[in-house]
């Protein structure tokens, strides 16, 4: 199985900021990672999929970036509605896998 | 627009099997080629995918639960089931179904479920 990890696992950020989430696979990838946003008590939803791709309907702030095993997902400027937890996940192989998530919560 | 809706017993005895149904709307289960899966979360594990399954019928399964697992789908109802046995507590969890979606080779999952609490207990 290809593992996933992710730094940080938390972190504390204020509105406007700009906040960086990275994510590594355990093997090369290529561009087959996506990103979730998660609220409490609610489902993932994606935010980018195939490593750079805006899904449809998710605001502009949100970006990605990466290949092979490293990946970082981007909020130009932190909104309120923005605060969540964040997951990274691999669609290389099966079985999928996701990484441990990283919670974003106000300074 | 698609809508997935997770329906079956909240609590489940230690052994024995958990059922839930996932319910799709807003288009069919057997248009465009997509799978379909199931994803479980908890505290302890994260988000773990269980498996897929394909209109087709044709399934894969995580190595970690295979033995234990099968997921079906019935086209005629426009959902597809997760039956999980021999439970345990480490089996409790939020459970997801959600479509594959895929553009190509790039496969994401959207969208998901609501998702149910199956609890583990005797």
């Known amino acids: 199985d290809i593992q996933m990890t992710q730094s940080p696992s938390s972190l504390s950020a204020s509105v406007g900021d700009r906040v960086t989430i990275t994510c590594r696979a355990s093997q090369d990838i290529s561009t087959y990672l996506n990103w979730y946003q998660q609220k409490p008590g609610k489902a993932p939803k994606v935010l980018i999929h195939s490593a750079s791709n805006l899904q449809s309907g998710v605001p502009s702030r949100f970006s990605g970036s990466g290949s092979g095993t490293d990946f970082t997902l981007t909020i130009s400027s932190l909104q309120p509605e923005d605060f969540a937890t964040y997951s990274c996940q691999q669609s290389y192989s099966v079985p999928r896998t996701f990484g441990p998530g990283t919670k974003v919560d106000i300074k | 627009q698609l809508q997935l809706q997770e329906s079956g017993a909240g609590l489940v005895r230690p052994s024995q099997t958990l059922s839930l149904t996932c319910a799709v709307s807003g288009g069919s289960i057997d248009g465009g080629g997509y799978s379909w899966s199931w994803i479980r979360q908890s505290p302890e594990r994260g988000l773990e995918w269980i498996g897929y399954v394909y209109p087709s019928g044709n399934t894969f399964y995580n190595p970690s639960l295979k033995s234990r697992v099968t997921i079906s789908i019935d086209m005629s109802k426009n959902q597809f089931s997760l039956n999980l046995t021999s439970v345990t507590a480490a089996d409790t969890a939020v459970y997801y179904c959600?479509?594959?979606?895929?553009?190509?080779?790039?496969?994401?999952?959207?969208?998901w479920g609501q998702g149910v609490l199956v609890t583990v207990s005797s």
């Open positions: 959600v479509r594959d979606d895929m553009n190509g080779l790039m496969h994401w999952f959207d969208p």
